[in-house]
């Protein structure tokens, strides 16, 4: 991967994002008011500045309208959040993704211009309750407010069929884009591919017609 990412917030979230953003091989820059927090991501960024992301100035001598992905994981002020995300699409960056404390902070995110807004400490909850309730669902991603991804071990009803005779996409209205099978991941597959046990689908769709096939 030969892409540039700001990070803007280096909590638990942002360093989280900053760390595993250098691990896949990313060029990382990591910003933050708190001198502490920049010191502790220094080893798993490309650069790290301890700054004040509310300054437009900052923001134009970082060169931020240069990175791929500015990621404004602020957490402490909402209003810092705001700003900086509005900031950031004014100088021109193509992608931002923002981390949003509440429905009405995501509202507000995307209404300044984010293009994602993340939930993470309500997909967690979220995660958690669907594992809880059944241990068949492994991951569970929101890609916008309505579309989710899903990852789920197939039940027994589904093993020895193929892909055509589920007929998922007309009885659920969902997409299988991929077939796990151990170390093994199908991402193109076909409609006579055949469902074993401990397979994992991995599907796209609207969340009520997840959960419809969470049921199946």
Known sequence: M???????GLGRFGSSVANTLYSMGGQVLGIDVDEDKVRAVIQFTTRAVAADATDEQVLRSLAIRNFDVVIVAIGGSIQASIMVTLLAKELGVKYVVAKAQNELHGKILYRVGADRVVFPERDM???VARNL???SILEYIELSQDVGMLEMVVPQKMVGKELRQLDLRNRFNINVIAIKRGEHVNITPRADDCIEKDDV??????KEDLQRFEQY
């Open 2 to 8: 030969n892409k540039q990412f700001a990070v803007i």
């Open 133 to 135: 309730v059944s241990s």
């Open 125 to 127: 909850g979220f995660r």
């Open 201 to 206: 689908l991995v599907v796209v769709g609207l």
